[in-house]
């Protein structure tokens, strides 16, 4: 049934836990715009249906697209995003009004938005920043496309198949350490100098399903690294992961699943309804994404 509202939505399956809603719903409100945004389960199988369908209605915006339905719904656009070209994956699909879908990936943005807004360190003998990227996944390729483009430009990558982790150091295109085990995961350190002369600086980014709800935890112990570590969880569900909580814990910076899904959705909820999210109440709507 077509919608007389403008309307967007987020697909995928499962669906049901996905933040979306009211993450743009808040925003929505907050702007007083007429709108409406929902989830929707659709399978693989459905894709094809489910586009066809949305096409024809003129009230709809487009959509968020989550697992597993990345990769699988790049053939259906007729525009490709650079991003979207260089990982073969898309999360925001939009009409052109003429019939032709544009696929976008936001993910990039995602990562490379939070990592910016934080300061860097700044100590006498500072060798370098290390950016750990676990797994080698989609989310992986978003995520060093997303640091690098934050500034950062050293690389390691702990993943299992060290084939891929390779393809991802040539995507990231700078410096790049071995691709080791998950279970190698630890800090780069001189064992001669201390807290307050620090000679290397880390950032983290869990791009695996490690501490998804059901999932075993990151195998990593944080009381070894520095204390101005960066620690980037891309899981959302739960908001907090073993890793988050050891991470701060120890008084770490973290990034968690919540900055970046508000860092990604303020791209789509500009493409959906014309207008920029308003992030200046970007901690009123923390607190409700984290009750």
């Known amino acids: 049934m077509m919608s007389p509202t403008p309307y967007a939505e987020v697909?995928?399956?499962?669906?049901?836990?996905?933040?979306?809603?009211?993450?743009?719903?808040?925003?929505?409100?907050?702007?007083?715009l007429e709108g409406a945004y929902r989830a929707t389960r659709v399978t693989t199988d459905e894709l094809h249906?489910?586009?066809?369908?949305?096409?024809?209605?003129?009230?709809?915006?487009?959509?968020?697209?989550?697992m597993p339905l990345k990769r699988a719904v790049v053939p259906y656009a007729g525009r490709l995003s650079d991003d979207t070209s260089v990982l073969g994956a898309a999360n925001l699909l939009l009409p052109d009004g003429q019939g032709v879908l544009r696929?976008?990936?936001?993910?990039?943005?995602?990562?490379?938005?939070?990592l910016s807004r934080l300061p860097r360190a700044d100590y006498p003998g500072h060798v370098a920043t290390y950016v750990q990227i676990i797994g080698s996944g989609g989310a992986a390729f978003a995520a060093g496309l997303g640091a690098a483009r934050a500034g950062f430009g050293d690389f390691?990558?702990?993943?299992?198949?060290?084939?891929?982790?390779?393809t991802l150091a040539g995507l990231i295109g700078t410096p790049f350490g071995e691709c080791q085990s998950i279970?190698?995961?630890?800090?780069?350190?001189?064992p001669d100098s201390g807290p307050e002369?620090?000679?290397?600086?880390?950032?983290?980014?869990?791009?695996?399903?490690?501490?998804?709800?059901?999932?075993?935890?990151?195998?990593?112990?944080?009381?070894?690294?520095?204390?101005?570590?960066?620690?980037?969880e891309m899981v959302y569900?739960?908001?907090?992961?073993?890793?988050?909580?050891?991470?701060?814990?120890?008084?770490?910076?973290?990034?968690?699943?919540?900055?970046?899904?508000?860092?990604?959705?303020?791209?789509?909820?500009?493409?959906?309804?014309?207008?920029?999210?308003?992030?200046?109440?970007?901690?009123?709507?923390r607190r409700l994404l984290i009750q």
Not at 49 to 66: F, I, M, Q
Not at 258 to 263: G, H
Request: glycine fraction near 10%; hydrophobic fraction near 40%.
């Open 49 to 66: 249906l489910y586009l066809a369908e949305r096409r024809r209605d003129p009230s709809w915006r487009g959509c968020n697209v989550t």
């Open 197 to 232: 002369d620090q000679r290397y600086s880390h950032v983290i980014i869990n791009a695996t399903p490690l501490g998804m709800a059901g999932q075993p935890e990151v195998p990593v112990d944080l009381s070894s690294y520095y204390p101005d570590t960066i620690v980037f």
């Open 103 to 114: 696929a976008e990936n936001s993910d990039v943005r995602g990562v490379a938005e939070p």
């Open 237 to 285: 569900h739960p908001l907090e992961t073993g890793l988050v909580k050891q991470a701060r814990a120890l008084g770490l910076r973290v990034i968690d699943g919540v900055d970046m899904l508000v860092a990604q959705g303020a791209r789509a909820f500009e493409a959906f309804y014309g207008h920029s999210a308003p992030r200046e109440h970007d901690a009123e709507l």
């Open 11 to 32: 697909i995928g399956d499962p669906i049901a836990h996905s933040k979306s809603p009211l993450i743009h719903g808040f925003w929505l409100g907050k702007l007083g």
């Open 156 to 166: 390691d990558v702990f993943c299992r198949s060290r084939e891929q982790g390779l």
């Open 183 to 190: 279970d190698a995961l630890g800090p780069i350190r001189n």
